[in-house]
């Protein structure tokens, strides 16, 4: 397990990242004198219950590459305070333990799939990196007040979905082949999230490239921390503005798409579907200058006489 530690207190305190299980929901027994139809009833919907169950709620690992718990300090303490990050070679991936002082504590958990840990400066708003490969990824917060005493023991945690997603779905038979990556960029949404509402809080004009090595991919995927704006005393989510292009190996850009006014809704997937390559794209081709020559001789001389 990896941590990093400013300063530890003396009272030893455990505090523990469950995966996200499931709780199973007992089911009432039907009587003796029930027809046989109505237990086959209650048997299907017992299925489709635990099926609902096994389908939201799985193992964090299974779902999250990377995982950041921060504890906050009590006010008046002077250690900062305590980040610690896990990735799922860890194999204490999911747990984590800490000292800690007796007291009310601010715990932030984030479970993640990025190439960069998120900056956790802010409890109440938690930045992820735009200068990373893996920038905003699907991501799940979970954030509270925990009264730290010598019987608390474990905490269990069960982590929610902060985000949204933007998937594009092509209905091309193929992407070109002078077509050598896929750009998005879009703003309305937020690179930054509040675990507490799970709401995004910064304004953030946010970029994803997809390299397109399979020319038959279909689907692409990008994310986002939905954001609330006010207009004329009305709170509404804002909505995204996407731009879309294609890019050569060259750099030009052969295509490009504006989507305007796209809804998002976190932990809902917006989906566009169509032909993205209508009408073909702009072709380019390398063409290169050599040989070149120049006049070293002068034509000539022009006389200019000096006046008095």
């Known amino acids: ?33 029930a027809r046989i139809h109505e237990i086959a009833d209650l048997l299907e919907k017992r299925d489709k219950c635990l099926d609902y169950l096994r389908k939201h709620k799985v193992d964090v690992g299974l779902v999250c590459s990377n995982l ?31 000292n800690l002082t007796v007291g009310v504590h601010k715990i932030v958990v984030v479970a993640h799939n990025g190439d960069k840990n998120p900056t956790m400066t802010n409890p109440e708003s938690i930045a992820f990196s735009s200068n990373t490969q893996l920038k905003t990824t699907d991501t799940f917060c ?3 007040q925990v009264n730290v005493t010598q019987a608390t023991g474990t905490v269990s945690v069960n982590l929610t979905r902060a985000t949204a997603m933007f998937r594009l779905r092509l209905s091309d038979l193929a992407i070109p082949d002078q077509v050598n990556e896929l750009q998005f960029a ?3 949404g937020s690179a930054a999230v509040n675990p507490f509402t799970l709401e995004g809080t910064t304004k953030s004009n946010q970029k994803e490239s997809f390299v397109v090595t399979d020319h038959s991919s279909k689907v692409f995927e990008v994310f986002t921390f939905p954001r609330y704006e006010e207009k004329n ?8 503005e996407i731009t879309v292009t294609a890019i050569d190996i060259y750099g030009n850009a052969v295509k490009e798409r504006v989507l305007t006014d796209v809804p998002v ?40 006489v000096l006046g008095q």
């Open 265 to 304: 809704t976190r932990n809902r997937i917006t989906e566009c579907s169509g032909e993205f390559f209508a009408g073909g794209v702009l072709e380019y081709t390398n063409i290169g200058f050599g040989g070149m020559q120049v006049e070293q001789d002068w034509a000539g001389t022009d006389p200019y």
């Open 142 to 144: 979970w954030a509270g």
């Open 186 to 188: 879009y703003k309305g």
């Open 1 to 33: 397990m990896k941590q990093k530690t400013m300063r530890q207190s003396s009272a030893l305190k455990k505090t523990r990242v469950n995966s996200l299980g499931f709780m199973l929901i007992p089911l009432l027994m039907a009587s003796c004198h």
């Open 68 to 98: 950041s718990i921060c504890i906050y300090p009590c006010e008046g303490e002077s250690f900062d305070k305590i980040q610690i990050n896990q990735t799922r070679d860890d194999p204490s991936f999911g747990t984590v333990s800490q």
């Open 233 to 240: 005393g009305v709170r509404s989510l804002s909505q995204l």
